[in-house]
């Protein structure tokens, strides 16, 4: 029998499964319920119950497992409720089957485990299996990445809304909308056969990345990453690679994931300082991870059909293959960033190119950049461009606009580290000034 435990240890416990397990949890809830708002109803009354549960009987073995045996049972509680009531008004409401007999005997809950596998499935993680299913052709793209990011993966509405370079408020009608887009045209949900997971993979490789970027760099918060969302968005490439291992941007991502990663333990100073790339400490760096990330590009550019993911993991590698950052061979990362905004024009691509350009042909070309982007309005409220901006405008020696740059960036940045990095340069402001002045 289990110790009892404090009011304290509880809740955090509590709050951790909910960081942790929330996707497993929902995943597995929605494959007995059938309905995603059934499931996440109940996924959320087990997490509550479990509060006073875990008080009182102390924290189980096996958290995830007692959360998703809650969460099914009260499915299961629902379901039979629904069907005897449906069952009491034949004449008003026509019989539906909405559960098979199987579901309705509940789950046992020494079946319930986070490692147990249905052989009968064709993806075999409870994560990405329920990506796949969320990522359904019938709702528009956008609709399919807010929908799972938010319930799938748990981000909060505010973060999928920064990922997404949406409003919050936008964010969060979007997914009321691809909710009841789901309820009113009855979307099954259920994986889809072999056959239609390749037309799913573009949203699901959509997902997977922008989850890995979320945890890279967290939208908000104290801390400058989120590992547990990057390590379940590599387990996740991973799992995704075994599937599909003939997919050249599953190989991409894969790779971009890794290259990214393997700096993860120099990002930041003993004490919490972000570091910039040129700032990091390179002998750190995952070689394996490196070594593993370049083998899969080296086969995907092979292959001939290089994709966003496989160009942007080449741009990373070359970044992490220079010996110094000053060494870095900036003709060809802008070369790659051409290419990539060929099969991907995005602003957020085009941003991210004028740092490289700035090495090569000098900040005052790079700036035109900026300022076009500023223009066209589409990153108004990405803290990123701001903060690019502010930079090139140091190197230029424009002092005063590059401190109207970097505080516009600080309104806009959540994440705690970055905020202080950004007050670190302000303060700087004066030194830059008499340094120029002389």
Same mark, same amino acid.
């Given at each position: ?6 009011? #304290?240890d ?10 942790r ?10 494959r007995?319920?059938?309905?995603l ?11 509550a ?7 009182? @009987?102390?924290?189980? $073995? ?18 039979? $409720?629904e069907?005897t ?5 034949p004449?008003?409401v ?26 009968e499935?064709?993806?075999? @993680?409870?994560r990405l ?8 052709p019938a709702?528009a ?5 807010? &929908? ?5 993966c748990?981000?909060? +509405?505010?973060?999928? #809304? ?8 936008t964010?969060?009608?979007?997914i ?8 009113? #045209? ?9 056959a239609? &997971? ?20 967290a939208?908000?918060g ?8 990057t390590? $379940?968005s590599?387990h ?8 599909m291992? @003939?997919?050249p ?7 971009l994931?890794?290259? +990214? @990663?393997?700096r ?13 790339l040129?700032?990091q400490?390179?002998s750190?760096?995952?070689? +394996?991870?490196?070594?593993e990330a370049?083998?899969?590009?080296v086969a995907?550019?092979?292959g001939g ?17 220079a010996p ?13 960033y ?12 085009? &941003?991210n ?7 090569a042909?000098?900040?005052?070309v ?17 803290q990123?461009?701001? #903060? ?36 670190g340069? &302000? ?12």
């Amino acid at each position: 029998m289990r110790a009892a435990a404090d009011a #304290a240890d509880a809740g955090r416990a509590v709050a951790d499964a909910h960081r942790r397990e929330w996707a497993f949890v929902l995943a597995a809830t929605v494959r007995v319920a059938r309905d995603l708002d059934l499931a996440e109803e109940c996924v959320q009354e087990a997490y509550a119950a479990a509060l006073s549960a875990w008080e009182r @009987d102390g924290i189980p $073995r096996s958290p995830a497992a007692w959360l998703t045996t809650a969460a099914r049972r009260r499915a299961v509680d629902a379901i039979r $409720r629904e069907r005897t009531f449906r069952s009491k008004l034949p004449l008003l409401v026509e019989p539906e089957s909405t559960v098979d007999e199987l579901a309705l005997d509940g789950p046992d809950e020494q079946a319930v485990d986070e490692q147990a596998v249905d052989p009968e499935d064709v993806v075999p @993680d409870e994560r990405l299996r329920l990506i796949f299913t969320c990522c359904h052709p019938a709702l528009a793209q956008e609709a399919q990445l807010a &929908l799972t990011l938010r319930l799938v993966c748990g981000l909060r +509405t505010a973060d999928v #809304a920064k990922a997404l370079l949406v409003p919050e408020p936008t964010m969060a009608a979007r997914i009321t909308r691809a909710k009841r887009k789901i309820a009113a #045209a009855r979307i099954p949900w259920r994986l889809p056969r072999a056959a239609e &997971l390749p037309n799913r993979l573009t949203a699901v490789l959509g997902v997977i990345h922008l989850l890995f970027t979320a945890g890279h760099t967290a939208p908000s918060g104290p801390e400058l990453m989120r590992t547990d969302l990057t390590d $379940r968005s590599l387990h996740l490439a991973r799992t995704l690679r075994d599937l599909m291992p @003939d997919e050249p941007e599953v190989r991409g991502l894969l790779a971009l994931l890794q290259v +990214t @990663d393997a700096r993860r333990a120099t990002r930041t100073s003993p004490e919490g300082r972000l570091l910039r790339l040129a700032e990091q400490d390179r002998s750190l760096w995952d070689r +394996t991870a490196l070594t593993e990330a370049r083998e899969l590009i080296v086969a995907g550019l092979r292959g001939g059909r290089a994709g966003r993911y496989l160009v942007q993991a080449a741009i990373a590698s070359l970044y992490a293959e220079a010996p110094t950052y000053a060494a870095t061979d900036w003709p060809q990362i802008v070369a790659l960033y051409d290419r990539l905004l060929s099969l991907w024009p995005s602003p957020v691509v085009a &941003l991210n190119r004028t740092v490289p350009l700035s090495m090569a042909q000098g900040a005052a070309v790079a700036l035109v950049q900026v300022e076009a982007l500023e223009q066209d309005g589409r990153l108004s409220g990405y803290q990123y461009l701001p #903060a690019v901006k502010a930079e090139l405008l140091r190197r230029l020696g424009r002092m005063d606009e590059a401190g109207v740059a970097y505080r516009q960036a600080l309104e806009l940045t959540g994440n705690e580290a970055e905020r202080a990095y950004l007050i670190g340069r &302000l303060a700087e402001r004066e030194t830059w000034s008499e340094r120029w002045s002389e």
